[in-house]
C-alpha cells in the first residue's frame, strides 16, 4: 500500500543532496526513497532546498539566525504544516528539527527523529501525551541518555549510500574535516591537531550565521590557519567524494556527544580511517586499530594522524558495507511509518 509522508526540515536550513547537516542529509535520503519505491513524498523545507518529491517551500531568513529569525521561521512551518494537511491524504507527518515541538501538528500520526543530544530537546517534548506521536533517536548511545519520563522508540541507525562514496584513489598526504563550523564541532582541535603532526589539513563546512558560530570562526578557527591548514567553505557533493577518496584520514574531534556520523560512514566507505575523540556514538562506528583511532585529546589526535597509513582502505570500505547501508536505513523508517499510521504490523516496539 502507497504512503503519503509529510517530511518537515527545521526551519533554518535547507535540504538537499549537499546539504551539511545530517538531518538535513537523512530527510533527503528517504524523500529519495520514498519516490524511489512509489509512495508520494511532500517535503517542507526552507527555499533554496531540492528535493525528489513535491517541495512546500517556506521563505528562508536572509539575516541573523537570532530568536527573532527562529520564532518567524517556526510560525511559517505551523501554517506550512497545517495547509499541507488540509491538502494533502497524508499518512505520516515526520518531523527532523530540534524544534519540532514548536510546530507539531495538533493530531496525526506523527513520526520524530531525534537528530541531536536528547538534553538538547526541552525535558517535555520527550514525553509525547499522544499514542501517535513516535520518538525515534538514531543510535544506542544517544537512546541510552535519555532523561527520566522520556517516551521513545527504539533507535533506527543511520545509514549512507555507500557505494556512491565507494570508488578507489591514490590517498594523498593531507588529513580532512567536513561539517558546520560551530564551538561543539572544535575545528579549532583539528588545526592545532595537524599543526602538531605536521600535516595538511582542508576545512569543509559551512558558518550559519548564528553569533556564537561567526564569533567562533573569527576567534578559534580564522587565527589557526595558513596556508597548510586551509578553509574551503561548503563542498557540493562531487568535490566531498573526491576529498574523502583522497584524504590520508578523517578528523572528528567533536566536544558534544555525536548521536551519529554520517560523514564517519562516508569516509569509511571512500576508504578513509577516521580519527575521532570518544563522543557519544562514535565508539560505535569507528572500530578502534582496524578503521581509525578514538582518541582522547587533540595531542592523541595527533599520533594517530602519523599512523593513519597504517590501516587498510579496504577494511573500511568493508565495515561501510557490513555496517551503515542506507538501504536498511530507509527500510526502518518505512516499517516505522507503516505501523504508526496502522497500517500494518512492525517490529517496533516501546523502548523501556
Not at 532546498?49 to 527573532?68: C, K
Request: charged fraction near 20%; hydrophobic fraction near 45%.
Amino acid at each position: 500500500m502507497s504512503l503519503t509522508v509529510l517530511s518537515v526540515a527545521y526551519p533554518l536550513a535547507p535540504v538537499g543532496p549537499d546539504a551539511v547537516g545530517g538531518a538535513e542529509q537523512v530527510l533527503s535520503a528517504l524523500d529519495r526513497a520514498l519516490v524511489a519505491a512509489g509512495h508520494r513524498s511532500i517535503v517542507i523545507a526552507c527555499q533554496g532546498s531540492r528535493v525528489s518529491g513535491r517541495l512546500l517551500a517556506v521563505p528562508a531568513e536572509t539575516g541573523p539566525l537570532d530568536d527573532s529569525a527562529r520564532l518567524r521561521a517556526q510560525a511559517r512551518h505551523r501554517e506550512a504544516i497545517r495547509l499541507a494537511m488540509a491538502r494533502y491524504p497524508v499518512d505520516v507527518v515526520h518531523l527532523h528539527g530540534i524544534d519540532f515541538d514548536t510546530y507539531l501538528p495538533p493530531a496525526g500520526p506523527t513520526l520524530v527523529s531525534l537528530h541531536l543530544p536528547l538534553d538538547w530537546y526541552p525535558p517535555a517534548a520527550l514525553r509525547p501525551a499522544r499514542d501517535d506521536v513516535w520518538l525515534c533517536p538514531v543510535s544506542r548511545s544517544q537512546a541510552g541518555t535519555a532523561p527520566p519520563g522520556a517516551v521513545l522508540r527504539p533507535p533506527i541507525a543511520n545509514g549512507v549510500d555507500v557505494e556512491q562514496f565507494g570508488g578507489t584513489a591514490a590517498k594523498r598526504g593531507f588529513a580532512l574535516m567536513l561539517g558546520r563550523i560551530c564551538p561543539e564541532k572544535a575545528v579549532h582541535l583539528a588545526i592545532d591537531a595537524a599543526k602538531a603532526a605536521g600535516m595538511p589539513l582542508f576545512i569543509g563546512g559551512q558558518v550559519y550565521p548564528y553569533a556564537a558560530h561567526e564569533a567562533y570562526f573569527r576567534e578559534q578557527v580564522a587565527p589557526r590557519l595558513d596556508e597548510q591548514r586551509r578553509f574551503l567553505g561548503p563542498l557540493d557533493l562531487p568535490r566531498k567524494r573526491r576529498f574523502l577518496r583522497a584524504a590520508k584520514c578523517l578528523l572528528v574531534p567533536s566536544l558534544a556527544p555525536e548521536t551519529s556520523s554520517l560523514v564517519a560512514m562516508e569516509a569509511l566507505s571512500a576508504g578513509t580511517p577516521v580519527i575521532a575523540f570518544r563522543s557519544g556514538a562514535l565508539p560505535e562506528i569507528v572500530e578502534h586499530g582496524r578503521t581509525g583511532y578514538l582518541v582522547g585529546d587533540a595531542a592523541e589526535m595527533a599520533r594517530a594522524m602519523g599512523i593513519a597509513d597504517r590501516l587498510d582502505p579496504n577494511a573500511c570500505r568493508e565495515a561501510a558495507r557490513r555496517r551503515f547501508s542506507i538501504a536498511a536505513m530507509t527500510e526502518a523508517y518505512f516499517d516505522a511509518y507503516r505501523a504508526v499510521a496502522g497500517l500494518g504490523n512492525s517490529h517496533m516496539r516501546s523502548a523501556s
